[in-house]
């Protein structure tokens, strides 16, 4: 599809896609749309928030979100949801506190993500919209990203996953010291403290997904392009083991894994690696660096951007995710992603996907449709397994 062609299809109206396979473009007033993230409300009402505006890192990329009620055919008109004009607004997530539901997003200037800021504001629904409150920056060192869900630890603290993306003085901000690291909290968000991960320089995107009894197990995508890493918490969540990989390749681009009913975990990914493929790029923001003459940050890892993000797969384990041998595709493309450009037709990325299993079986996927528009996928229950419930 050419951009016109997928602006003209952003309506938010469920296609019928065959085999009860439904799917829709959300609506969006910006050119650029990006890092999908998908909750469901008390009464079953559908959120998918995302950030938008005209290209990653400047100044004008918001938060956004729209709804789809129980029902319902076609997502509401979009919301934009922050309003700082000087940062770029990223990565949103929501959570629920005693109180109710409040969104989390960065704020970070250009493309410096070591100067990173998190902000949470309370949120709800009001006759199907999307309404937020005042905001508030939380307490935690510059650099602090989110991405995952957030989990309750073993003693009923929060824990907020989150990654550091470590500055080096003087120079710029690459990914090579990034880690990861679990944010802390024993009062409902009012205060935090941080946990790092041991032994996960490039380990980002941590996503945790509680198993029986005090297990659980995190996984990450890797800055290294090379496979999905896994660790393991036995004690609720309060320490956890150095990433591990498994055998999911990974692009250095984002990964969601869920518990299924079933007890199978599901992970939702582009399978390819700086293995599969040789393209690259020369950073996350190559295209907004112009003037920014800090050297590139030396040490650490050295990140792979550029390899492409396709295809777009589901993927299925029953070990506790030491493997995942089962795997459909659920979109395909080039997967091109040498430019973060959403108006000239370069990217063909599928990327950043969103996962939510519904109570029938049937599986929600939000994704980047290439760096246009938020796709949404609903998927029949059995769909994995070649069946539809």
């Known amino acids: 599809m050419s951009p016109s062609d997928i602006e003209a299809a952003m309506n938010g109206r469920l296609k019928d896609a065959g085999s009860r396979r439904y799917e829709a473009f959300l609506p969006s007033p910006m050119v650029q749309n990006h890092a999908a993230f998908l909750e469901r409300f008390e009464d079953g009402t559908l959120a998918c928030l995302w950030f938008g505006g005209t290209l990653e890192g400047k100044s004008d990329i918001s938060i956004f979100g729209c709804t789809l009620a129980p029902g319902a055919d076609t997502w509401s008109a979009p919301v934009r949801l922050s309003d700082d004009p000087e940062r770029s607004e990223q990565n949103p997530v929501l959570a629920h506190d005693g109180a109710g539901w409040n969104l989390i997003h960065t704020v970070q200037p250009a493309g410096n993500q070591d100067e990173c800021l998190l902000r949470s504001r309370p949120i709800a629904l009001s006759d199907g919209h999307l309404v937020t409150g005042t905001p508030k920056t939380i307490d935690l060192p510059l650099g602090t990203f989110v991405r995952a869900r957030f989990v309750r630890r073993k003693d009923g603290a929060w824990m907020m996953p989150v990654f ?10 690459t990914g090579s010291h990034d880690t990861a690291g679990v944010a802390v909290s024993h009062d409902d968000g009012q205060t935090w403290s941080m946990t790092e991960v041991p032994g996960s320089v490039g380990s980002v995107h941590m996503t945790i997904v509680p198993l029986d009894g005090d297990e659980m197990v995190a996984f990450y995508r890797r800055r290294q392009s090379d496979f999905v890493h896994r660790s393991v918490s036995s004690d609720g969540g309060i320490s956890w083991s150095a990433p591990e990989p498994t055998d999911v390749p990974n692009n250095n681009s984002s990964i969601n894994v869920i518990r299924l009913a079933d007890g199978r975990l599901a992970m939702v990914c582009n399978p390819a690696s700086a293995a599969t493929s040789d393209d690259r790029r020369a950073s ?12 590139d940050a030396t040490g650490g890892c050295s990140p792979i951007w550029g390899v492409p993000r396709a295809p777009l797969s589901l993927c299925i384990s029953t070990d ?40 029938g079986g049937e599986l929600h996927v939000a994704y980047t449709y290439f760096r246009r528009a938020i796709k949404y996928v609903r998927l029949p229950g059995g769909w994995i397994d070649g069946e539809q419930m």
Not at 164 to 173: H, V
Not at 322 to 341: E, K, M, Y
């Open 164 to 173: 550091r993306c470590i500055s080096r003085p003087g120079q710029r901000w």
């Open 284 to 295: 996350l923001y190559d295209e907004i660096e112009e003037g920014d003459d800090r050297p």
């Open 320 to 359: 506790g995710g030491h493997t995942f041998p089962l795997r459909r595709v659920i979109d395909d493309s080039a997967g091109t992603c040498l430019s973060n450009n959403s108006e000239d037709g370069r990217n063909k990325e599928l990327s950043y996907p969103y996962l939510l299993e519904g109570e």
